[in-house]
């Protein structure tokens, strides 16, 4: 078996744990889908995701029950069995090993933890050997819608790398699961970001890039170790928003709307470019609603 061959299967074995989540899973189920023997397909899986099949069923229904407790009013058990664990006891071990607090406590307060989103193994792969994006290479945008959005004062709950300027440089300094801690944020205003900070909220020694998300001037929760919580003042922010995609295409979607911004002239709209007035930001590229990136400008007096 050749590496391609050993991530599409992982691949397949992750979107059969994803669309049986809430039924009991077996090893030779998995091994089916991944068309393999349940040895080999344990070993490989364990070999690319770092984490055996059942650690990796368990601490992905874990996080499924921890959003329903952020967000729903719920028995602990009736969460604990919905998520296939057969008793409260089992859950509360399993609950207080992965993210350090009992279910019970966490349902009260809610403070950010840090949830197992994984990335599905086939398509980081594909995406980290297309290649580097050149502009002069990439074909235009058919349609890039723009509007004007007006940001509030807010914080921001953040975690700065070293010396990233994108995000690839980002995960190979604080690696790549800081969104699964920002989407655990209950008091979130808005979706997490990729941010490209102004100078004057950059640290000395820390990066231009960083990842973060928006929540309300009064946000008073737990701030975990090694994220920073900053102020940002009111702004206003031109979006550019590109057609949908197919998710394998974001590298390429993300450089035509690069290509298309630096060609753009906002005093069309009436505004200037304002770099320091706030973070440019990006939303997780997402196929189905275009790739999506904001800059902050000002009104042209």
Same mark, same amino acid.
């Given at each position: 078996?050749?590496?391609?061959?050993?991530?599409?299967?992982?691949?397949?074995?992750?979107?059969?744990?994803?669309?049986?989540?809430?039924?009991?899973?077996?090893?030779?189920?998995?091994?089916?889908?991944?068309?393999?023997?349940?040895?080999?397909?344990?070993?490989?899986?364990?070999?690319?995701?770092?984490?055996?099949? %059942? =650690?990796?069923? /368990? +601490? $992905?229904?874990?996080? @499924?029950?921890?959003?329903?407790?952020?967000?729903?009013?719920?028995? #602990?058990?009736?969460?604990?069995?919905?998520?296939?664990?057969?008793?409260?006891?089992?859950?509360?071990?399993?609950?207080?090993?992965?993210?350090?607090?009992?279910?019970?406590?966490?349902?009260?307060?809610?403070?950010?933890?840090?949830?197992?989103?994984?990335?599905?193994? %086939? =398509?980081?792969? /594909? +995406? $980290?050997?297309?290649? @580097?994006?050149?502009?002069?290479?990439?074909?235009?945008?058919?349609? #890039?819608?723009?509007?004007?959005?007006?940001?509030?004062?807010?914080?921001?709950?953040?975690?700065?790398?070293?010396?990233?300027?994108?995000?690839?440089?980002?995960?190979?300094?604080?690696?790549?699961?800081?969104?699964?801690?920002?989407?655990?944020?209950?008091?979130?205003?808005?979706?997490?970001?990729?941010?490209?900070?102004?100078?004057?909220?950059?640290?000395?020694?820390?990066?231009?890039?960083?990842?973060?998300?928006?929540?309300?001037?009064?946000?008073?929760?737990?701030?975990?170790?090694?994220?920073?919580?900053?102020?940002?003042?009111?702004?206003?922010?031109?979006?550019?928003?590109?057609?949908?995609?197919?998710?394998?295409?974001?590298?390429?979607?993300?450089?035509?709307?690069?290509?298309?911004?630096?060609?753009?002239?906002?005093?069309?709209?009436?505004?200037?470019?304002?770099?320091?007035?706030?973070?440019?930001?990006?939303?997780?590229?997402?196929?189905?609603?275009?790739?999506?990136?904001?800059?902050?400008?000002?009104?042209?007096?």
């Amino acid at each position: 078996m050749n590496q391609v061959e050993g991530i599409r299967a992982v691949q397949r074995m992750q979107d059969y744990i994803e669309d049986h989540i809430s039924e009991e899973i077996t090893l030779k189920q998995l091994a089916n889908a991944a068309g393999y023997s349940p040895w080999h397909s344990g070993r490989i899986f364990k070999e690319i995701t770092g984490r055996t099949p %059942f =650690d990796y069923i /368990r +601490a $992905l229904r874990l996080t @499924g029950a921890a959003l329903v407790l952020r967000d729903e009013e719920r028995k #602990v058990i009736d969460v604990a069995l919905d998520f296939v664990f057969d008793s409260h006891e089992g859950f509360t071990r399993a609950f207080a090993k992965e993210f350090g607090l009992p279910p019970k406590r966490y349902s009260q307060n809610t403070p950010p933890i840090q949830l197992f989103m994984p990335e599905k193994v %086939f =398509d980081t792969f /594909r +995406a $980290l050997h297309k290649g @580097g994006m050149t502009m002069s290479e990439k074909k235009t945008t058919k349609t #890039v819608f723009v509007q004007i959005i007006e940001r509030p004062s807010r914080k921001v709950l953040l975690k700065r790398g070293i010396k990233a300027r994108d995000y690839f440089g980002y995960c190979e300094e604080v690696g790549c699961d800081v969104w699964s801690m920002l989407s655990s944020v209950k008091e979130a205003i808005y979706e997490p970001i990729g941010m490209w900070l102004p100078e004057s909220l950059i640290k000395d020694g820390t990066s231009q890039y960083v990842q973060g998300v928006e929540v309300p001037l009064a946000y008073n929760n737990a701030v975990p170790d090694g994220y920073d919580l900053i102020e940002l003042p009111p702004c206003q922010m031109m979006v550019f928003q590109g057609e949908p995609y197919n998710d394998d295409d974001f590298m390429d979607e993300i450089g035509e709307i690069w290509q298309h911004i630096e060609k753009f002239d906002p005093k069309i709209y009436g505004f200037n470019w304002e770099p320091e007035a706030a973070p440019r930001f990006q939303l997780a590229p997402m196929g189905y609603r275009g790739y999506i990136e904001a800059r902050p400008v000002v009104a042209v007096n």
